[in-house]
């Protein structure tokens, strides 16, 4: 059975680049969207090209180089920063103008002292001015995880006869859980008119944890573009990974979607991504971390040796990562420092590990971590006679 594609919006350089201390320059932004391009992403969102000159001539510079992605502006409801964008974006093979404004009655009350009305007029004025500048236009409906289902559609019906290809629907705060954020997509599938037009787009936020699965579940239910950045980075407690994303619907072929995305560049990529950013990853990051394919636990060890996938649901090699790691702790059993000793030259037999095992846990249990350096010392402080095999 083919799979549905799900387009992989990257939003690195834009939400991504929100973060505090993150500022990039035009030539790092252009080596970071050179190697998203390489790795597969379908869309990359250069910048906000009014809120600044540098971010208006890194835009224009990404919408010259990138060769496959379609490159995106973001603006928000407003002529000028359209007109901007469209400027900016012109070098661009693909471009596209991401355009939009609140929807939730928060927003509309606190933010524009405005009325649903007057919100319904400027969304649908803003992409018709969009429109008369690209063909490909992306409305977002900002806070829409808590805007009202029935007029959230109502205005999702009016961008799309406006000229709409792509419907944002953000889940700006972070606080949908995804059976909540999936069944709002399913209600915009089954209720808006004209639905089959445009492209339904997830985009959202990690303040609670959950904007991957809120992603995940919102694909399920019908949307067919994920927004998101590498290592997750962005506004607060940051975006849905796209690593995450990628992974989670090549491992589970069931759900028919895939990505076009090149995984065994994504280890790479976000190694790139941290150092230019200046943000380290997590140790336990899921997929690109330096834990995620490393193994300190005895009984998980001696498994992963006997059999990768025992313990391990990915092929490193996959994300680009050479080889799951055994650390060795005062937690490692037999198997794992019998492993680990062989890679360095010892072959040990079984009496002799037994001998070995007992100095290596009185050494580990003083040292975090023990290292080839450290099993030498070991092998040559237990007193058993053990030929090196190099």
Known sequence: MSKDKVYIFDTTLRDGEQVPGCKLDTKQKLVIAQRLDSLGVDVIEAGFPISSPGDFASVKEIARVVKNATVCGLTRSVKKDIEVAAEALQPAKRPRIHTGIGTSDSHIKYKFNSTREKIMERAVDAVKYAKSFVEDVEFYAEDAGRTENEFLARICEEVIKAGATVLNIPDTTGYCLPEEYGAKMKYLRENVRGIEKAILSCHCHNDLGLATANSISGVINGARQIECTI??????????SLEEVVMILRQHPYLNLDTGINSKLLYSTSQMVSEKMGMPVQPNKAIVGSNAFAHSSGIHQDGVIKKRETYEIIDPHEVGVDHSSIVLTARS???????????IGYELTKVQLDVVYEEFLRFADRKKEILDEDIHQIVESADVNIESLA
């Open 231 to 240: 290592n997750g980075i962005g506004e607060r407690a940051g975006n849905t």
């Open 333 to 343: 059993g037999r198997a794992a420092l019998a492993y680990r000793a062989k890679k």
